[in-house]
């Protein structure tokens, strides 16, 4: 902890600086999927995106709950990922994406096993990056090092 006037301030009572590296995160992972499609074609940018979209979904987990640990956010975005690409065997998301571009980008259309293995990449990624950075800020923030 570190003091800021007669109180104490630790990365627990920065829920806006949280948030701030958040959608600081949330634009660098977009642009690194706009990236990889940008250079990438075929199975690395297809399985690269789903790892990606998982990360995108942490991120805004975080944005959300910007207290949440980073098991809880990954998990999160596991299970959302998992429940979109299995939503995917109804007809609900081709129904959808038929009345919007947003719904297809964002549900996608057609079922695909491997991508379940690309969004577990995602997480365990966004996971460790979550992990990493926590620790970093944590350390710069409360003034240990």
Not at 21 to 48: C, M, N, S
Not at 94 to 110: I, Y
């Amino acid at each position: 902890m570190r003091r800021t006037g007669d109180r104490a301030v630790g990365v627990a009572a920065c829920p806006v600086r949280i948030r701030l590296v958040a959608a600081g995160a949330a634009l660098a992972t977009v642009a690194a999927g706009l990236g990889l499609r940008a250079v990438a074609e075929g199975d690395v940018a297809k399985y690269g995106g789903d790892a990606l979209y998982t990360v995108l979904l942490h991120t805004l987990v975080v944005l959300m709950a910007p207290r949440v640990t980073p098991l809880t956010a990954a998990g999160s975005a596991l299970a959302v990922s998992w429940v979109i690409e299995f939503l995917q065997l109804t007809e609900v998301p081709v129904e959808l994406s038929r009345r919007s571009a947003v719904a297809r980008l964002v549900l996608g259309s057609t079922f695909n096993p491997p991508d379940l293995f690309w969004y577990t990449v995602g997480a365990a990624a966004g996971w460790l990056v979550h992990t990493a950075v926590g620790s970093y800020l944590s350390r710069r923030w409360t003034g240990r090092h």
